[in-house]
């Protein structure tokens, strides 16, 4: 059973940047893909950013485009959001999951289920 650690998150101006990091222990070749989500008060749980290690495609919702960059050390086992240009709809809670191929949770990372999850880190970005 892998497990998640989610660190990085904090206060923020509008235009920063932060770095999210997720640490993965127990992580196995079986799973498909890894991402990031996050959720806004009131709001659900969106994708972030994911990546497919099955065929090495990396998606990014159209709203942190150009802006957000996902990456990982597997060498450290460890997943990255470097986030730029922050802006106050970025504020939430921020999750890293990992995936079993299956029905997508999010039509961001197809025939992805992501299944484990992290505590999440918050970020908050001021106005």
């Known amino acids: 059973q892998v497990q998640l650690v989610e660190s990085g998150g904090g206060l923020v101006q509008a235009g920063g940047s932060l770095r999210l990091s997720c640490s993965a222990s127990?992580?196995?070749?079986?799973?498909?893909?890894i991402g990031w989500f996050r959720q806004a008060p009131g709001k659900e749980r969106e994708g972030v950013s994911c990546?497919?290690?099955?065929?090495?495609?990396?998606n990014y919702a159209n709203s942190v485009k150009g802006r957000f960059t996902i990456s990982r050390d597997t060498t450290k086992n460890t997943l990255y959001l470097q986030m730029n240009s922050l802006k106050p709809d970025d504020t939430g809670v921020y999750y890293c999951?990992?995936?079993?191929?299956?029905?997508?949770?999010?039509?961001?990372?197809?025939?992805?289920?992501?299944?484990?999850w992290g505590q999440g880190t918050q970020v908050t970005v001021s106005s």
């Open positions: 999951a990992t995936a079993l191929p299956g029905i997508a949770t999010t039509p961001l990372c197809p025939a992805l289920t992501f299944g484990s």
């Open positions: 127990g992580f196995t070749s079986d799973y498909y893909g």
């Open positions: 990546i497919n290690f099955r065929d090495g495609s990396t």
